[in-house]
């Protein structure tokens, strides 16, 4: 069994900053790719950011220069720095990662997601 749990999310003011944390556990053999991605009840989940397993970083238009996706490998653990904050980042987060586990089977893995809440 592999599972994804996300920390880090909360109440924050505009312009304040979050630190959201994923960390994957289980029987993994080796993790590729991961994400992070944000969604609202009734829209479709919309890709935040993206690491590849050797640290290359993509964002969306919409918080690249504000939000940083990092990764630490020895901890199964990606984070996604959130600077200057705005009301429209008000979303729950969900970490998605493509997992190999010990018998070597590829499966992409979501976590329960953490809130997100950007209000003054």
């Known amino acids: 069994q592999v599972h994804l749990v996300e920390s880090g999310g909360g109440l924050v003011q505009p312009g304040g900053s979050l630190r959201l944390s994923c960390t994957a556990t289980g029987s993994i053999r080796t993790i590729g790719d991961m994400s992070w991605h944000r969604q609202v009840p009734g829209i479709p989940r919309e890709l935040v950011a993206t690491?590849?397993?050797?640290?290359?970083?993509d964002y969306n238009d919409d918080v690249r220069g504000r939000f940083t996706i990092s990764r630490d490998n020895a901890e199964n653990t990606i984070h996604l720095q959130m600077n200057n904050l705005k009301s429209e980042d008000t979303d729950r987060y969900y970490c998605n990662g493509f997992i190999t586990n010990t018998i070597n089977h590829v499966t992409d893995f979501w976590g329960p997601g953490t809130e997100v809440t950007v209000s003054s």
């Open positions: 690491i590849t397993s050797s640290g290359t970083a």
